[in-house]
Each structure stands twice: as structure tokens, then as C-alpha cells.
T-cell receptor
């Protein structure tokens, strides 16, 4: 059964720093991988979707990479801002019936 | 505005009562999902529906029921058989299975 792990569980950095969030998964047979942002008490906002055939996706200051063979993805946030403070969730889709399998998230705090 | 709505935002019930959570989408998506989120855990799939009048159990379907009579709507009933119903419930939709999922704002259910 697919398992998704996110490291670190929590991260606090000063504003302006570049940072990397890590996601690993146990079964490399995935259809896609999604990164989400969740603010306290809110739903999930999709940030980036990487199809299994892709190596990376970019949106503004965010860049996500995917290495299927090693079962890893990273989310790179450039020039972090206090508004980036949130929990970031990684989820993989193995296709068909199972929906998304989520990691437990990285709780990110950007200090002003 | 296109999107997914969930109501109510907060719901309180006494133990032993059934309760129905609403999920509506106007994205013309075929697939819809229900997830449950508990503190310190990743989201877990309760039920999903690929198309109208069809739905399948996810990882933790016991104590829950759903219906999909309309494309736009996928209500979730939390029955008295669910042993730990207090949680944050999230509904999602996608064009079809294994495509990017979009989430609603969630319903926080508290059962006492």
C-alpha cells in the first residue's frame, strides 16, 4: 500500500529565504503528484500537479520536482514571505479507485 | 464563480444521531470524493464517485454512506455506526479519476 512521508514536519525560517520541502512515496507506480496548501481551518488549495511523465512544474515562486524512480518530490519556495505560512501537503495518485494518498504535511512558518 | 461548496462550515450533533454533510460543485466534474482529516494524520479517503449513480468505498467507509443522484451533488451521511465521527471533512472533485483534484472549504463536525 502506498505510503507518503513529508519531511520536515515543521519548519520556521526568516522571511526572504529560499526553502525546500520534501515528500517521499513508497510505490513509484503513480499517475501524478499534487502539492497543496492548507491554511488553518480551511480546505486545500492546489498548488502544482506533476504528471508521472514530467520532471517538474513551476508556478510563480514555486517549483516542484518529481523523481519517480527514487520515489521523491520536492517543493521549492523562492524568496519566502509571511503569507506563505501554512501547512503544505503532498499527495500521490496511483490511478483509478484509490483517490489521493496524502502525507501528513509540513507546517511552515515564515518569520517577518 | 466556479467551485466547490460545502455546508455547513461547523456542525454539532449528539452521539447516536445521523448527520448529512453537503457538497456541491459547478465545475462540471464527473468524479467526486470525500476525505476525512484528523489532527496529526493525513487525509483519508471515505468514498468516491466516478459518475452519477455510482460510488465506491474508500479506505475508511465504515459508518458512512453517500449518494450521487446528480452530477453536481455528493452528500455524505455520517451514521451512528461511525465510532469516532468528530473530524474535519473535505469534499473534492476532478474532471475524472486520476486528474487534478479541487477541494471545498470543509465541514468541521463535532459529535458529543
Amino acid at each position: 500500500k502506498q505510503e507518503v512521508t513529508q519531511i520536515p514536519a515543521a519548519l520556521s525560517v526568516p522571511e526572504g529565504e529560499n526553502l525546500v520541502l520534501n515528500c517521499s512515496f513508497t510505490d513509484s507506480a503513480i499517475y501524478n503528484l499534487q502539492w497543496f496548501r492548507q491554511d488553518p481551518g480551511k480546505g486545500l488549495t492546489s498548488l502544482l500537479l506533476i504528471q508521472s511523465s514530467q520532471r517538474e512544474q513551476t508556478s510563480g515562486r514555486l517549483n516542484a520536482s518529481l523523481d519517480k524512480s527514487s520515489g521523491r518530490s520536492t517543493l521549492y519556495i523562492a524568496a519566502s514571505q509571511p503569507g506563505d505560512s501554512a501547512t503544505y501537503l503532498c499527495a500521490v495518485d496511483v490511478g483509478g479507485a484509490d483517490g489521493l494518498t496524502f502525507g501528513k504535511g509540513t507546517h511552515l512558518i515564515i518569520q517577518p | 464563480d466556479g467551485g466547490i461548496t460545502q455546508s455547513p462550515k461547523y456542525l454539532f450533533r449528539k452521539e447516536g444521531q445521523n448527520v448529512t454533510l453537503s457538497c456541491e460543485q459547478n465545475l462540471n466534474h464527473d468524479a467526486m470524493y470525500w476525505y476525512r482529516q484528523d489532527p496529526g494524520q493525513g487525509l483519508r479517503l471515505i468514498y468516491y464517485s466516478q459518475i452519477v449513480n455510482d460510488f465506491q468505498k474508500g479506505d475508511i467507509a465504515e459508518g458512512y454512506s453517500v449518494s450521487r443522484e446528480k452530477k453536481e451533488s455528493f452528500p455524505l451521511t455520517v451514521t451512528s455506526a461511525q465510532k469516532n465521527p468528530t473530524a474535519f471533512y473535505l469534499c473534492a472533485s476532478s474532471i475524472d479519476l486520476s486528474r487534478e483534484q479541487y477541494f471545498g472549504p470543509g465541514t468541521r463536525l463535532t459529535v458529543t
